[in-house]
T-cell receptor, first 114, second 112 residues
Framework: QKEVEQNSGPLSVPEGAIASLNCTYSDRGSQSFFWYRQYSGKSPELIMFIYSNGDKEDGRFTAQLNKASQYVSLLIRDSQPSDSATYLCAVINAGGTSYGKLTFGQGTILTVHP | SQTIHQWPATLVQPVGSPLSLECTVEGTSNPNLYWYRQAAGRGLQLLFYSVGIGQISSEVPQNLSASRPQDRQFILSSKKLLLSDSGFYLC???????????FGSGTRLTVV
């Protein structure tokens, strides 16, 4: 079982719709959760992080965390063509020998079409 | 503000040649530093991380090595490149465990 799993997609949504990106993780000791956006040929950029169960909103983005289900998601409201990118879910287990190590999922390709 | 510099942006190297990629961070002290590789169509794989000068941890056995000669400098090296070393190499930094990373702009390495 992969440590962090994402549906590779591609996920295609129309402009203005809500895009829902999902991620599951295997390590119950995971403490911090991140969403990165990566445009083609570019490096990942951090767009959201969440540490506690529940929802966290930042502009058009909402991160949702459910530690009991080991599930984290990212919602993008009013999707724009400029949101088309690969979205990477990442998880940190800050204990033991994995000192602050970010483990990434494979990424979900999102395409927003006009 | 903190910035991370990574160079070169692209590199084409023959099989068997050496490699040296450099990463420097400005505007902070004692950062945690990381080297990742992203192969075509694959996810990000952690290669090395460092929590201080001279302290290097390797995540996977491979043809590469890393060094941290100064607090804000992280170098990725190889004595002899293999075709399988091709990929997108990313340097990243963070201040504290549990915080997200900031990535450099990356080096796209093609071994021919």
């Amino acid at each position: 079982q992969k440590e962090v799993e994402q549906n590779s997609g591609p996920l295609s949504v129309p402009e203005g719709a809500i895009a829902s990106l999902n991620c599951t993780y295997s390590d119950r000791g995971s403490q911090s959760f991140f969403w990165y956006r990566q445009y083609s040929g570019k490096s990942p950029e951090l767009i959201m992080f969440i540490y506690s169960n529940g929802d966290k909103e930042d502009g058009r983005f909402t991160a949702q965390l459910n530690k009991a289900s080991q599930y984290v998601s990212l919602l993008i409201r009013d999707s724009q063509p400029s949101d088309s990118a690969t979205y990477l879910c990442a998880v940190i287990n800050a204990g033991g020998t994995s000192y602050g190590k970010l483990t990434f999922g494979q990424g979900t390709i999102l395409t927003v079409h006009p | 503000s903190q910035t991370i510099h990574q160079w070169p942006a692209t590199l084409v190297q023959p099989v068997g040649s050496p490699l040296s990629l450099e990463c420097t961070v400005e505007g902070t002290s004692n950062p945690n530093l990381y080297w990742y590789r992203q192969a075509a169509g694959r996810g990000l794989q952690l290669l090395f991380y460092s929590v201080g000068i001279g302290q290097i941890s390797s995540e996977v056995p491979q043809n590469l090595s890393a060094s941290r000669p100064q607090d804000r400098q992280f170098i990725l090296s190889s004595k002899k490149l293999l075709l399988s070393d091709s990929g997108f190499y990313l340097c990243a930094w963070s201040l504290l465990s549990g915080l997200g990373y900031t990535f450099g702009s990356g080096t796209r390495l093609t071994v021919v």
